[in-house]
């Protein structure tokens, strides 16, 4: 009985060593370093306590530590595990993907992939139903980096996520910063969560007017935001009894982006 407690338990330790050595691993990288344009490549791994990249070049027994402003530009090769996980959150299969994407984060952060697998990961939270874990988590990767809200795609999700645990003043503050001081693709996404808020709150003239409406008048050049915000303003117009202009929405949407994820939720009927 003695035995078998030490196998279990000797068995645990290794688990939990192989675990912590996983979350700290080095990944192959190239680092371009600022000011000189020195390119530095080997194994690299962040070093979270001190804020700094720990690079051995190829073939160099000399170690450098970088800080992310003595860092120009990172080039990290992308983990093969990656896409396979982002194919299981799009068909739906988020128990799968998910232990998957947690290990890529912590393996990467601060190396490029860790903001894509952070988004996915999210958005899988919010699929099961876990809306904190995915504002946790998010807030977790922006505390280490920061430019991760300025990616859309991260910060659209987490911004649903804030909307989905009613953290109103936390949401409206991360979309005035994006609004008056992101790039015009961001701005774009913020303007739409605006609307969303609205809708929640059950007011539908500002859904329409602060939200999807300005975001199909004054950003019809961003035509990546374009079908959300039609599909959704033609939602708030059939829900105002307004149903000619929610006709002109759908007609808009079905003739400009077909192709698009709402137009093929329109033309299935969802």
């Not at 371009?32 to 070093?47: F, H, P």
């Not at 799968?96 to 939270?125: C, G």
């Not at 929610?246 to 969802?270: D, V």
Request: charged share 25%.
């Amino acid at each position: 009985m003695k035995t078998m407690r030490k196998i279990t338990g000797l068995t645990t330790l290794i688990a939990t060593l192989l675990v912590a050595g996983m979350a700290n691993a080095a990944v192959m990288a190239i680092i371009t370093k600022a000011g000189t344009g020195q390119e530095l490549k080997g194994s690299v791994k962040w070093q979270a306590t001190t804020r700094q990249y720990v690079i051995q070049p190829e073939g160099s027994p000399v170690q450098y530590k970088l800080s992310p402003s003595d860092v120009a530009h990172i080039q990290v090769e992308r983990p093969p595990q990656l896409d396979s996980a982002i194919k299981q959150v799009r068909s739906g299969n988020y128990a799968r993907a998910l232990p998957v994407l947690e290990t890529i984060m912590k393996e990467y952060t601060m190396l490029e992939h860790d903001v894509t697998a952070a988004q996915y990961l999210a958005h899988s939270y919010l699929k099961t139903k876990e809306p904190r874990k995915a504002v946790a988590m998010c807030d977790k990767v922006m505390s280490s980096n920061p430019k991760a809200a300025q990616d859309e795609q991260f910060a659209g999700i987490y911004w649903q996520a804030l909307l989905e645990t009613d953290q109103y003043i936390k949401l409206n503050k991360a979309l005035g910063i994006a609004i008056e001081g992101g790039s015009r693709q961001l701005a774009a996404v913020a303007q739409i969560k605006r609307g969303d808020i609205a809708k929640q709150k059950g007011d539908l003239d500002n859904a329409l007017i602060d939200g999807y409406l300005r975001t199909v008048v004054f950003f019809q050049g961003i035509k990546s935001v374009q079908p959300e915000a039609l599909f959704k303003a033609a939602q708030c117009f059939e829900e105002k009894g307004q149903h000619s202009y929610a006709e002109k929405m759908r007609k808009e949407l079905l003739s400009s982006y077909p192709q698009s994820e709402q137009a093929r939720q329109l033309r299935g009927g969802a």
